[in-house]
């Protein structure tokens, strides 16, 4: 499967932004979906899970009531929207995929490239 990430940009302290990834060459409709950042000079992190079926949602600390991860399995589509954003959610973020189903994968099995977000005062 082929991620493609969009939606970043520039954005002041306390807005609102919205991620896409549109997926291609098969359905994610069996596929866990994430996203990750990465931050200048720093490890790459989770950001947050969705399960195949939407029902099941987990996010980092960092961005838990913050940001709210969805999926539209009939457009091959997963977002994540971003608010009350802060200067420490600057970071270039990835779209993953992965088929395990069960567990948390820190390293998904297929990656976007990332779009950047930055955030300023």
């Known amino acids: 499967v082929q991620l493609q990430a969009s939606g970043g940009g520039m954005a002041q302290r306390g807005a609102s932004l919205r991620l896409s990834c549109a997926a291609s060459?098969?359905?994610?409709?069996?596929?866990?979906m994430y996203w990750f950042r990465q931050a200048p000079g720093k490890e790459r992190t989770f950001v947050a899970r969705?399960?195949?079926?939407?029902?099941?949602?987990t996010y980092a600390d960092s961005v838990k009531g913050r940001f709210t991860i969805s999926r539209d399995n009939a457009k091959n589509m997963v977002f994540l929207n971003m608010s009350s954003l802060k200067l420490e959610d600057t970071a270039v973020y990835y779209c993953?995929?992965?088929?395990?189903?069960?567990?948390?994968?820190?390293?998904?099995?297929?990656w976007g490239q990332g779009t950047q977000v930055t955030v300023s005062s």
């Open positions: 969705i399960s195949e079926d939407g029902r099941t949602r």
């Open positions: 060459g098969q359905s994610i409709s069996t596929y866990v």
């Open positions: 993953a995929a992965d088929g395990d189903l069960s567990n948390l994968r820190t390293d998904p099995s297929y």
